[in-house]
């Protein structure tokens, strides 16, 4: 069997380490890989989708796993479809509710589904308006298209929004993703990450997670596209899941079916939760969240390759998910200055020690795989994750691990967890 994989960070390195179990395989692809990934199989570096279908055809690939969002967004799940090669993500419409903010904050006003107050604008002037007739701050802007991670501000009061609007809508830091903006309404809580499977008619959750997206201690500093999580997530109580299911989950498959959406992939649902224990929306993603995969692919034990094809041939219905009762802590190391300005090109020290150690699990992002070693070709370089027989000692593990790893300007949050 041969298996492609789509994307080049800790996410899609962990899921060719997953397809790897499986004995059946044969060769994966990894377009465009890291070099973490080319320990796994082949990098072709492969930059346009219709490269990426004319390959998977020709080299007779049985299973596509597409990681990021920008390629589904693209359309190459309707590509892949149109050659009959099976594939995992939602189509270029169902897509939208990932990479439009405002098409997905439509979408739970429609089917009742709880999230923010909020509000559309395209025009510059009228957003200031708004702002400038506010009462209540904190306030959230966020940019209608996809951002890495790094387009939603969370902003106290009228002099930082005003900063922020003029830097998205006027400066155009965002280009054609940030012509428009939702304003909404600040939700206190604690966050949370669901991941579910859906063929279209059947679904099956995944393990909870809940990952640190900014990117200082104390959850201070800009968004990034994630510095750290770890599985589960005490705040999902069965009460909660129990309310997840009810009034999120039920509702958004009701309407993803009554829009005649095309989707068999995961659904990945970014919440928080109040202080009553009520959940709400803040986004939706439709695949795998990075780093949040990184912690809930190793504690799966079915293999991923049979329930990908489960997912495929809508037969999700018939698997029974198998998860290990250890839990899950991963570290991020990122390059300094990350999310802003970082340099790269600098030599990782001890990756060697930390691949021998029992129960952690490295994965390669933003590395590049040179004679004498490897190299940072990115902002967020490495994912160090541990297993423990609870959350204290996944952490103790991780971070022991991550002790041992060295490159130049090498910065990380020791507050995972």
């Keep these: 069997m041969k298996v492609m994989v789509v994307g080049s960070g800790g996410r899609e390195h962990c899921l060719a380490w997953k397809v790897r179990q499986n004995p059946s395989v044969k060769e994966i692809f990894c377009v465009p890989g890291n070099g973490g990934m080319s320990e796994l199989g082949e990098c072709v570096p492969l930059a346009s989708l219709p490269e990426m279908v004319t390959f998977a055809r020709e080299k007779n690939v049985d ?70 007739w506010r009462e209540s701050y904190p306030v959230v802007v966020k ?10 501000y969370i902003l106290n009061d009228l002099e930082e929004a005003l900063d922020a609007l003029f830097e998205v809508m006027v400066n155009g830091k965002f280009k054609e993703a940030g012509k428009r903006v939702v304003i909404e309404d600040f939700i206190a809580g604690e966050e949370a990450t669901v991941m579910l499977l859906f063929d279209g008619e059947s679904y099956c959750f995944l393990p909870s997670s809940q990952d640190h997206k900014r990117v200082g201690e104390g959850d201070i500093g800009p968004n990034t596209g994630g510095m750290g999580a770890y599985s589960p997530a005490p705040l999902i109580t069965p009460l909660v899941w129990e309310t997840i299911e009810r009034k999120i989950v039920y509702p958004l498959l009701e309407g993803i079916k009554r829009e005649r959406l095309w989707y068999r992939g995961i659904l990945y649902l970014g919440l928080m939760v109040d202080r009553k224990g009520e959940p709400y929306v803040l986004e939706f993603n439709v695949r795998l969240g990075d780093p949040e995969a990184q912690v809930v692919l190793p504690r799966i034990q079915n293999d991923w390759v049979e329930l990908s094809f489960a997912l495929w041939r809508g037969e999700l219905h018939r698997v029974e998910l198998q998860v290990s009762a ?16 970082y340099e790269v090109g600098k030599k990782i020290e001890g990756l060697e020690e930390v691949a021998q150690e029992e129960n952690v ?31 204290r000692e996944a952490q103790h593990r991780a971070y022991s691990a991550v002790s041992r790893v060295y490159f130049e300007g090498m910065y990380y949050r020791k507050d995972i967890g």
């Design 63 to 132: 299973l596509v796993l597409v990681g990021p969002e920008q390629p589904l967004a693209m359309g190459i799940v309707d590509l892949l479809k149109a050659q009959n090669i099976p594939v995992i993500g939602p189509d270029r419409q169902a897509a939208l509710l990932e990479s439009s903010k405002v098409f997905a904050k439509r979408f739970m006003e429609r089917y009742g589904i709880p999230t923010a107050p909020f509000r559309v604008f395209e025009v510059y002037e009228e957003a200031v308006n708004y702002l400038r």
């Design 143 to 152: 940019v209608d298209g996809l951002a890495g991670g790094k387009g939603v």
């Design 326 to 341: 250890q839990e899950m802590l991963g570290v991020v190391l990122v390059s300094q200055g990350y999310p802003g300005h």
């Design 361 to 391: 699990f490295l994965f390669h992002a933003g590395t590049e795989k040179r004679a004498d070693g490897f190299y940072t070709s990115g902002g967020r370089v490495l994912n160090i994750c541990a297993l423990g027989k609870d959350l």
